[in-house]
């Protein structure tokens, strides 16, 4: 028995990273996951891989409403039904405030904060439909607290927060619970920044983080389980912060 067994789950950003693990791990848990992303090469590799009977990728651009009818339909069409939901889909910039181009800063809110929106409108009646189930909302540490130089990332993780509140208290009724995720710093793709000394970065975390090293996303992937199977039965409209215990507190030594 897998503790997904049955459930039809949705996943943005799914074809590399922390997506791409938790469709690995809902997958291994009895769902049925159907990936996301606008990397069609990895994301249908990653489907390939996790087979036809338990997986489908479509092509998702999370900003466009037409893009999410697409994929709601083809979710349908191929499982029948769907009853979860993981927003996973993000993409950073690095920049002060002062120094960000309006474009830029609105390509964060566009990815970042209308992607998850239009998920949940999008798949919200299609859960409540199949008679309940779950949305995680991928927000970050940086949705719990200020961040320098990823203002704009800040603030779109910020306003996720708002939305799974929201959402939480529009769709309990429909038997839809819906969670945040808050990683930290998680060893993938967005955080492996071109140019920078990859002994360096172990060294920041090694001292910054008080689990002393940078989290996995299969960590990430155990956490969207908890909070999307019914170990979570109770839980809804809240942010779970996982990120070895950076955001605990300041360490003098
Ligand atoms: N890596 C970290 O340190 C970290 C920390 C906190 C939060 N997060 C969040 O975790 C989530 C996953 O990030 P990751 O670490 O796996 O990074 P990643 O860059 O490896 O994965 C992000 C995925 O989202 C996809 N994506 C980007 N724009 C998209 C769009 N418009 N439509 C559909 N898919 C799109 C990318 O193609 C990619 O596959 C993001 O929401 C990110 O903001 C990451």
């Known amino acids: 028995m897998g503790k997904l067994d049955g459930r ?13 693990q938790e469709a690995r791990l809902f997958a291994a848990e009895g769902a049925r ?11 249908r590799a990653v489907a390939k891989d996790l087979g036809e009977e338990r997986a489908a990728y479509v092509h998702l ?10 994929a709601v339909a083809a979710a349908k069409e191929r499982f029948g039904r769907v009853d979860g939901l993981v927003n996973n889909a993000g993409i950073v910039r690095f920049n002060e405030l002062v120094s960000t181009p309006l474009d830029e800063f609105q390509s964060l809110v566009q990815v970042n904060q209308t992607g998850c929106f239009l998920g949940i409108r999008a798949v919200a009646p299609e859960i409540v439909a199949a008679g309940g189930g779950t949305i995680v909302n991928t927000s970050s540490y940086t949705g ?29 009724a429909g038997g839809v619970r819906v969670n945040a995720i808050c990683p930290g710093a998680i ?20 001292t910054r983080v008080p ?6 996303p299969e960590e990430v992937a155990s ?14 409209g809240q942010p779970f912060v996982i990120d070895g215990g950076w955001l605990a507190g ?4």
């Open 8 to 20: 039809v789950v949705v996943i943005t950003g799914a074809a590399r990273g922390q997506g791409e």
């Open 33 to 43: 996951v159907v990936l996301g992303d606008v990397l069609d090469e990895p994301g």
């Open 61 to 70: 651009d999370v900003t466009r409403e037409e893009e999410w009818a697409a």
């Open 144 to 172: 719990m607290t200020g961040m320098a130089g990823v203002g704009a990332y800040t603030a779109t993780k910020h306003a996720v927060l708002g939305l799974t509140r929201v959402a939480a208290l529009e769709l309990a």
């Open 187 to 206: 060893d993938t793709a967005m955080s492996n920044l071109e140019g920078v000394d990859p002994a360096a970065t172990a060294e920041l975390y090694r």
């Open 211 to 216: 689990l002393g090293r940078i989290g996995r």
């Open 223 to 236: 956490l969207a389980l908890f909070l999307t199977s019914e170990d979570s039965s109770y839980i809804t």
């Open 250 to 253: 300041v360490s003098l030594f």
